[in-house]
């Protein structure tokens, strides 16, 4: 039910996706082309500037099309527009604390696979920090980024929620390391697979999101 519902919010704005995905992909591109730039650098930036805006996009217009009532396209544009600094900041720090467990680990691979999966399990309790800071009502600026990962933690540290959020984060990163270790193609991991998970992946986080709002309200009345 909940994936078929995502597929719907999917197929409903896909025109505009499919640009933002494009948009997306032509700034991961010409970060990848640019001289002066390692290519390192240029994939989490571009995760950070292209594919986490592209996220906040699905989050927003994902959430405005889960309600009953229609939802003006300016009112939705003009609340991303507002809180897309979050999702830039959360995108940013994810990443820095990946690259920081990574270069603290060394060259034993042992180290580096706990600090993966450490990493992981980080990754996993703040699944909906970004979509909280997109598509909640009524945040004040000033505490949004604790508020987003104070309600990401309160929701993975649930049952279903926990579940859901390994859904999204672990499923995505098995992907894109199957492809990377069978194809060798930086290419692939940067750009096609980001080009391709992105957009579902934020549909499926928002609805399940949502779902768990909707649950943790019915248990508390």
């Not at 650098?41 to 996009?57: C, E, K, S, W």
């Not at 990946?98 to 980080?122: H, P």
């Not at 000033?142 to 999204?168: C, K, Q």
Request: hydrophobic content about 60%.
């Amino acid at each position: 039910m909940l994936f078929r519902h995502a597929g719907h919010l999917i197929v409903r704005r896909w025109p505009l996706y499919a640009i933002a995905t494009l948009v997306a992909v032509a700034i991961q591109l010409g970060l990848l082309v640019a001289p002066g730039v390692p290519r390192g650098v240029a994939i989490v930036v571009g995760d950070v500037f292209a594919f986490a805006p592209l996220a906040a996009i699905v989050f927003g217009f994902g959430a405005a099309d889960s309600v009953s009532e229609e939802v003006r396209s300016a009112a939705v544009w003009g609340r991303i527009a507002e809180r897309i600094w979050a999702v830039v900041i959360l995108e940013a720090v994810f990443s820095l604390v990946q690259i920081g467990i990574f270069l603290g680990a060394g060259t034993s691979e042992i180290a580096q696979n706990v600090g993966q999966l450490g990493a992981l399990i980080l990754l996993t309790l703040l699944a909906f920090a970004e979509t909280h800071a997109i598509v909640a009502p009524d945040e004040k600026p000033a505490r949004l980024l604790l508020d987003s990962v104070l309600a990401s933690v309160r929701i993975t540290t649930t049952r279903i929620g926990y579940g859901r959020a390994v859904g999204v984060v672990l499923v995505p990163f098995l992907i894109v390391q199957v492809v990377q270790d069978f194809s060798g193609s930086l290419l692939a991991a940067a750009v096609v697979l980001p080009a391709i998970l992105t957009v579902p992946v934020a549909a499926l986080t928002v609805v399940f999101y949502l779902d768990c709002l909707a649950l943790a309200g019915s248990q508390q009345k």
